[in-house]
């Protein structure tokens, strides 16, 4: 089972490797481009030294930006290494995903080559997987498009703890060269975009031949290109889109000129899309296919001059990156949530609960028409102004706050928050917080193993999360430990929803052809303002252990 800081660790190196992946973004050329790479691995992956090995157009690769090391980079930047030899190094090791790792073992056969090298000092391993000086690890970048276009490769070297890289470090570093792939080919396309129009603007004699480069530059664009018009009736309406949109939207070119962007994109995303400069926007939003469907892509707008009529026409770069924000999402469901039941974490979990509560305090209960105008904005007194955006709403009381916001109230009638009967229903609903504790689990896994109490608390959690609604939250809250959020509950209500949660844990377990049972002990809490998160967990674990010592107390006078 994963620690419980490893969700944290997992959410800062993303937060990390999303900063780097901007700052790629927001170079300008691709000599600047490149650079961004080697500092980028530098100071967000975790690497003392980065090198960028670009291939030339005859092939071989000239090591284009080196980070880390001053004296290194004077000493091998802008020197060749044959493409033999580099295909040679891409074809030794093992292969970690798309990474090349050359322990230094096999790698003292690569001293003598052609490829260009920094050799680093530093002791002997003392571990299995800890750094080796001449240890070498590869990360190839491919042209996007689908091929195996090699347009480079980076090498790092001397990992700042010393240790070869875990999954979630080679993963972040193939992520890395990804983008970093994706980032080259937008500057190289730039550069030819930036070039082309130069020459339209400068060079009138030639202007048939500008345009013929332009056209191919357009046309053949691995990734998608639309020209739009700028101002009057027809602002934004698609005058010619290139084949890789096309292909991306499910849409032929003839269909895409009745379009504006306006027009194709998700409507969630269209205050976005109005928020994209012309000149120098760029915006990360998703597109309509032909069949219904959505894909994320990120859009990078130009402006088109025309030397008479001024600006005339907008330039938009679209790059398809929906394995991207599928593999983001991906991450962040990982960093959320339990990776052995698959339930929210304790950090979703305190976010979630964190995000019903508000400093007002509790004690403060609104009435049922003071809760819809927090709710709605408060209504207007009579001659008095009302604001445009229908909210009465000032950032600079303190009650503003609360305007917008549904406060959560315990049922003042809950006297001990067990979950046995006897609860009285003052007809108060709330968001209560069931917090469970498991009977009997420490003896299941120190008897049978933690293999069987795993498959335990895999099957616990499905049980819950079966007894509850589409709304309610069941979350994992560490060790044998879960906690349900159930909104919209009166005490009664909740004690049921304890007693029925309750009866479909004690049934049997089955592991490997052995039944096995576990109790379960329930304490509720309710979540309100003027309380944090950590205090309603801790009334409600505090009432779990109350009922526990009754029921224990019950069964020895029974006994």
């Given at each position: 089972?994963?620690a419980?800081?490893?969700?944290?660790?997992?959410?800062?190196t993303?937060?990390?490797?999303?900063?780097?992946?901007?700052?790629?973004?927001?170079?300008?050329?691709?000599?600047?481009?490149?650079?961004?790479?080697?500092?980028?691995?530098v100071?967000?992956?975790?690497?003392e030294?980065?090198?960028?090995?670009?291939?030339?157009?005859?092939?071989?690769?000239?090591?284009?930006?080196?980070?880390?090391?001053?004296?290194?980079?004077?000493?091998?930047?802008g020197r060749?290494?044959?493409?033999?030899?580099?295909?040679?190094?891409?074809?030794?090791?093992?292969?970690?995903?798309?990474?090349?790792?050359?322990?230094?073992?096999?790698?003292?056969?690569?001293?003598?080559?052609d490829?260009?090298?920094?050799?680093?000092?530093?002791?002997?391993?003392?571990?299995?997987?800890?750094?080796?000086?001449?240890?070498?690890?590869?990360?190839?970048m491919?042209?996007?498009?689908?091929?195996q276009?090699?347009?480079?490769?980076?090498?790092?070297?001397?990992?700042?703890?010393?240790?070869?890289?875990?999954?979630?470090?080679q993963?972040?570093?193939?992520?890395?060269?990804?983008?970093?792939?994706?980032?080259?080919?937008?500057?190289?396309?730039?550069?030819?975009?930036?070039?082309?129009?130069?020459?339209?603007?400068r060079?009138?004699?030639?202007?048939?031949?500008?345009?013929?480069?332009?056209?191919?530059?357009?046309?053949?664009?691995?990734?998608?290109?639309?020209?739009?018009e700028?101002g009057?009736?027809?602002?934004?309406?698609?005058?010619?889109?290139?084949d890789a949109?096309?292909?991306?939207?499910?849409?032929?070119?003839?269909?895409?000129?009745?379009y504006?962007?306006?027009d194709?994109?998700?409507?969630?995303?269209?205050?976005?899309?109005?928020?994209?400069?012309?000149?120098?926007?760029?915006?990360?939003?998703?597109?309509?296919?032909?069949?219904?469907?959505?894909?994320?892509?990120?859009?990078?707008?130009s402006?088109?001059?025309?030397?008479?009529?001024?600006?005339?026409?907008?330039?938009?770069?679209?790059?398809?990156?929906?394995?991207?924000?599928?593999?983001?999402?991906?991450?962040?469901?990982?960093?959320?949530?339990?990776?052995?039941?698959?339930?929210?974490?304790?950090?979703?979990?305190?976010?979630?609960?964190?995000?019903?509560?508000?400093?007002r305090?509790?004690?403060?209960?609104?009435?049922a028409?003071?809760?819809?105008?927090?709710?709605y904005?408060?209504?207007?007194?009579p001659?008095?102004?009302?604001?445009?955006?229908?909210?009465?709403?000032?950032?600079?009381?303190?009650?503003?706050?609360?305007?917008?916001?549904?406060?959560?109230?315990a049922?003042?009638?809950?006297?001990?928050?067990?979950?046995?009967g006897?609860?009285?229903?003052?007809?108060?609903?709330?968001l209560?917080?069931?917090?469970?504790?498991?009977d009997?689990?420490?003896?299941?896994?120190?008897?049978?193993?933690?293999?069987?109490?795993?498959?335990v608390?895999?099957?616990?959690?499905?049980?819950?999360?079966?007894?509850?609604?589409?709304?309610?939250?069941?979350?994992?809250?560490?060790?044998?430990?879960?906690?349900?959020?159930a909104?919209?509950?009166?005490?009664?209500d909740?004690?049921?929803l304890?007693?029925?949660?309750?009866?479909?844990?004690?049934?049997?377990?089955?592991?490997?052809?052995?039944?096995?049972?576990?109790?379960?002990?329930?304490?509720?809490g309710?979540?309100?303002?003027?309380?944090?998160?950590?205090?309603?967990?801790?009334?409600?674990?505090?009432r779990?252990?109350?009922?526990?010592?009754?029921?224990?107390?019950?069964h020895?006078?029974?006994?």
């Amino acid at each position: 089972m994963e620690a419980e800081s490893e969700p944290y660790v997992r959410l800062a190196t993303l937060r990390q490797l999303h900063q780097v992946v901007a700052d790629l973004n927001r170079a300008t050329s691709l000599a600047d481009t490149l650079q961004a790479v080697a500092d980028g691995i530098v100071a967000g992956l975790g690497y003392e030294l980065a090198c960028v090995n670009l291939v030339q157009p005859d092939g071989d690769l000239v090591i284009a930006a080196f980070a880390g090391n001053p004296a290194a980079e004077a000493l091998i930047t802008g020197r060749v290494g044959s493409r033999a030899s580099w295909e040679r190094r891409l074809s030794m090791g093992e292969a970690w995903g798309d990474l090349h790792f050359i322990p230094h073992t096999e790698g003292w056969v690569l001293l003598e080559d052609d490829v260009p090298q920094w050799h680093t000092d530093g002791p002997e391993p003392r571990f299995a997987d800890e750094w080796h000086p001449q240890d070498r690890l590869y990360a190839p970048m491919y042209a996007s498009g689908g091929g195996q276009e090699l347009l480079g490769v980076i090498s790092v070297d001397r990992p700042r703890n010393g240790r070869h890289p875990g999954a979630w470090g080679q993963e972040a570093l193939q992520m890395y060269a990804s983008q970093a792939a994706i980032a080259i080919s937008n500057a190289r396309l730039r550069a030819n975009m930036q070039r082309a129009l130069v020459r339209l603007e400068r060079e009138q004699q030639a202007l048939r031949a500008s345009e013929e480069s332009f056209r191919q530059a357009f046309e053949y664009a691995p990734s998608g290109m639309a020209i739009a018009e700028m101002g009057g009736d027809q602002h934004g309406r698609l005058l010619r889109t290139n084949d890789a949109l096309c292909r991306l939207l499910g849409r032929p070119a003839s269909a895409m000129r009745r379009y504006s962007f306006a027009d194709l994109v998700h409507p969630e995303d269209i205050g976005t899309l109005l928020r994209t400069s012309a000149e120098g926007g760029r915006a990360e939003l998703r597109l309509g296919r032909r069949d219904g469907t959505y894909v994320w892509v990120s859009l990078r707008n130009s402006v088109v001059a025309d030397t008479t009529d001024g600006p005339r026409f907008l330039l938009t770069h679209v790059e398809d990156i929906e394995e991207r924000k599928r593999h983001e999402l991906h991450l962040a469901h990982r960093a959320s949530h339990d990776s052995l039941t698959g339930l929210p974490n304790s950090a979703e979990l305190r976010s979630r609960l964190a995000a019903r509560l508000c400093r007002r305090p509790h004690s403060v209960r609104a009435t049922a028409i003071e809760a819809l105008d927090a709710a709605y904005g408060e209504p207007a007194a009579p001659g008095s102004a009302v604001p445009e955006h229908g909210f009465d709403y000032n950032p600079h009381t303190d009650a503003g706050s609360y305007d917008h916001h549904v406060h959560m109230y315990a049922p003042t009638s809950d006297a001990d928050g067990g979950a046995g009967g006897g609860a009285v229903d003052d007809g108060t609903k709330g968001l209560a917080v069931l917090f469970c504790d498991l009977d009997g689990f420490k003896s299941i896994n120190d008897r049978f193993g933690h293999h069987t109490g795993d498959a335990v608390l895999i099957e616990v959690a499905r049980r819950l999360t079966t007894c509850v609604r589409d709304g309610d939250t069941v979350a994992r809250l560490g060790g044998d430990e879960f906690v349900v959020l159930a909104d919209g509950l009166g005490s009664a209500d909740a004690a049921d929803l304890a007693v029925r949660l309750r009866n479909a844990i004690i049934p049997p377990i089955r592991v490997d052809g052995r039944a096995v049972r576990v109790g379960a002990s329930f304490g509720i809490g309710w979540a309100s303002c003027g309380m944090s998160a950590e205090e309603v967990l801790q009334s409600a674990d505090q009432r779990m252990y109350v009922e526990k010592r009754s029921r224990a107390k019950v069964h020895r006078r029974a006994g």
